[in-house]
């Protein structure tokens, strides 16, 4: 029996330097016909925060991108998403330079529009949201010497993080340490779900035309681990951020850097919209650089 084999690529996204960023692996599946438990196996053995699956288009032309962690598979998840449209419009361009700058994957979570700026090397990726996006409710605090209570927000089933302001307490932030996802009762219909909390520093905001600029600094702990980069937290903490702050206006675009206690420096833009009662998210938008890696690969039998 001949040993099957599958192509693959990986990126550090969120940076335009190698080693920098968030590690994502991206297999192209092709004509293998990958079990749930193999997808799980190689998603272990890479041992990144997330590795992608990327399956041919459908008959409606959008990518399918199967998403999993180490441990399990995510409904949604951010720098996935921006590391696999680097990927895709690299095809694209090398198929057919000068071609479309949008297409639409397709994840468990939905359709999600993808477009690329050549100028600036950014892919942006962009989810419509509606009444009930956003959800808070008390959170007990691991964390001595901030309050005993933090929001909780999740965009989709399956993933959901808490989020706990540091701006006041620069000695408790650089003193982070990886622990356990906090166990957070949720509302029926959300569980199960991947749980993270996601502690910010919010170092200014500035107007700039419509738009409130902000600038902060974030780091991401979930399972034991810190994350470098992550893409649907920073998504979840600007559309908070957006709402808390209304009276700024509709339109929020948000600058996170991540990562550079691991020296895995990150750079992350959130666009958050409101609607026209600044009560609830109309869309947001993330975008993100990437670097491109080795290639090769992988046995799947």
Request: hydrophobic share 40%.
């Amino acid at each position: 029996m001949s040993e099957e084999q599958a192509s693959y690529v990986t990126l550090d996204v969120f940076s335009s330097e190698i080693l920098k960023g968030n590690p994502l692996a991206i297999v192209k599946t092709g004509d293998c016909k990958l079990s749930q438990k193999q997808k799980q196996q190689i998603a272990k053995a890479f041992n990144f925060s997330e590795t992608v699956f990327l399956h041919r288009a459908d008959q409606n032309g959008y990518p399918r991108a199967d998403i999993f962690t180490p441990v399990n598979e995510m409904e949604f998840a951010g720098h996935p998403i921006i590391g696999t449209g680097h990927f895709l419009f690299r095809q694209l361009s090398a198929n057919n330079p000068g071609g479309s700058s949008n297409l639409t994957s397709m994840t468990k979570a939905g359709l999600v529009a993808v477009s690329y700026g050549p100028a600036r090397q950014v892919v942006f990726a962009e989810r419509r949201h509606s009444a009930g996006f956003s959800r808070s409710r008390p959170l007990a605090s691991d964390v001595r010497g901030v309050r005993d209570t933090s929001p909780v927000v999740t965009m989709v089933k399956g993933v959901t993080y808490a989020l706990v302001d540091l701006t006041e307490r620069v000695d408790l932030f650089a003193d982070l340490v990886p622990g356990a996802s906090p166990e957070l009762e949720l509302d029926e219909g959300w569980a199960p779900s991947f749980t993270g909390i996601m502690y910010y520093r919010t170092l200014g905001s500035r107007p700039e035309g419509e738009i409130t600029m902000w600038e902060l600094h974030v780091r991401m702990i979930a399972v034991n681990l810190e994350d470098p980069a992550c893409g649907s937290g920073s998504c979840l903490l600007g559309a908070y951020v957006a709402l808390s702050s209304s009276q700024k206006g509709r339109k929020h675009r948000l600058y996170i850097n991540q990562g550079s206690e691991m020296d895995r420096r990150s750079h992350i833009i959130v666009d958050v919209i409101l609607n026209e009662e600044m009560d609830q998210v109309s869309s947001i938008r993330l975008a993100g650089e990437a670097a491109f890696v080795p290639d090769g690969k992988i046995s799947v039998n």
